[in-house]
């Protein structure tokens, strides 16, 4: 009876609905500003747009997120429009638009290492419950990319690791608890993104694994998602040859998104792309023609992060190809359909589900485990549900993160028997987080492990470099190192694996040479160890947070045991 309730509303709905308005609910745009107001406020009154996404650049504070989204709906009721989606990319960790203010969790590749699909659950289900709270329903998360590659610029610590049936088993709780607080969960990047050594922000990657290869491999993670009943997939900008005859990104092929996702994998929620400004789409196809091409292709929604005049020529491209019958209005009606129904069930438009909405109705079960998820959860003993009452930001919140964050440390090496660090003057360096995609977008850059590590009691020397000043700061932190009174050093390195890290690793093997006990802590990338073979003592800590560093610091100082498990392997 509430299905067919809801096919009523959405069919009725959709009667009411002229072109323009359901081309409108095919664009999630993004915008640059922090008010309701000017360039967005045009955009809403003008075109009947389905969402808005939230980038750093639109965040002050949780308070002003908040009325954000509201003034934002305001707009869009006002204008007799569709409720938005407002969705963001929270992935946690390195990857997340809100960092202060929040119970801000680990990263998937640490949640991972922490060992727990139960965290992963608890992790997804607060993170989504705090969105709730400031109006946002949509979450681009979590990443389902299977990492095996060790050079991938752009994935990384953002995935649980390189099994896919761990991912596979990770995600769909994440799905899980994101989805009972209420928020769209969004797996990507379809059908995976992991095996690339390309940034699709900046080129077309190219995966060449033959079909038996990606089914056993990147798609396993995605049929889990679709049994755990996610609502979005949003699919990749790469070329897969085995899945596509023709030279097409994955957004753009009707062979996968639609022959594969909808007919094979038999997935029935909506489909969105990733940023159609992103270079392995604008630089080949250009940002509108493709945003067409998209649709044609099968996806639901297209997503446009930044460029108002760009989305304004793809809602009249998409008008247009309707116009000509180049893309027939049925075809429009299918995503609609799918679009609107999904609204309906987060609760856009009021309409009542059989949905768990504890994070809005004063409740939040952190630590129960939800009735449909995916069988790795089904045979676990979990503790009984523990009610607490839902703040933004509470201690049981902060709570949780915290407990993952130290579980989730990981000593990978300690052949000189350095840990826990003696008590004795100690040089450590900081190799400050830096952005290395876009998809970091903007990393906080005040915290530092010397700081962490003088918070549990150890006498520093707290030294700071930025990555690309290492060659130029190189005399100085030697200088500091071979004090007499320094004992021993802990250098903190940021992607010293990845190809701009070679000044990092010079300086380690400078430092090595004093004969001073040395430990390095990989601040993101554990790969970082693949170029410091020689390194005694290597401690994986996925992020440069400062609750991480904290976590790392309590291990290294002998507060806490090592609990964590590396994810990935390093060769």
Known sequence: MLMRSLKDRVKQRIGQMSLRDKIGQMLLCGFHGT????????????????????????????????????????IAQASGNVPLWIAIDQEGGMVARITEGIALMPGQ????????????????????????????????????DVNNNASNPVIG??????????????????????????????????PGHGDTDTDSHLDLPVITHDRTRVDQVELVPFRAAIAEGVDAMMSAHIYFPALEPERLPVTLSHSVLTGLL?????????ILTDCMEMKAIATHYGTVDAAVMAVEAGADMVLISHTAQLQVEAFEALMNAVKSGRISERRIDESVKRLLTYK????????EMSVSMSGISGVDDIHATPAVVHNSINSMNVNQPVAVPFQRNSPPHQEVA????????TLIRDAQHMLPLKQERTLVITVAAEVTSIADEQLDGGATLGAALSAQGLEVVDMRVAADEIALSSARLLQAAEAVDVGQIVIGTHNAGSPSG?????????????????????????????????VQTYIAAYESRPLAMSSAAKAMMGQIPFKGELPVTID
């Open 262 to 270: 909808r007919k094979e994998l038999g997935y029935e929620g909506m």
């Open 157 to 190: 610590v953002r995935s649980f690791g390189e099994s896919a049936e761990k991912v596979a088993d990770f995600g769909a709780a994440s799905i899980a608890g994101f989805q009972q607080a209420g928020i769209a969960a969004t797996a990507k990047h379809f």
């Open 502 to 534: 070679d000044p990092q690793c010079r300086l380690i093997g400078w430092l090595q040479q004093l004969g001073k006990p040395l430990a390095v802590t990989a601040l993101r990338s554990p790969y970082d160890l693949q170029k410091l073979p020689d």
């Open 344 to 351: 309906m069930k987060r609760g856009l438009m009021n309409v």
């Open 35 to 74: 008010e309701p107001e000017g360039g967005i406020e045009k955009l809403l009154g003008d075109y009947p747009i389905g969402g808005i996404v939230y980038f750093a650049r639109n965040v002050v504070s949780p308070e002003q997120v908040e009325r954000l989204s509201g003034g934002l709906q305001n």
């Open 402 to 409: 915290q407990r993952i964050s130290e579980k989730s440390i």
């Open 109 to 144: 590749m640490a949640i991972a290492a922490a060992g727990s699909v139960q965290d992963a659950y608890a992790a997804a289900r607060i993170s989504g419950t705090e969105l709730q709270s400031m109006g946002i329903n949509m979450n681009f998360a979590p990443v389902l």
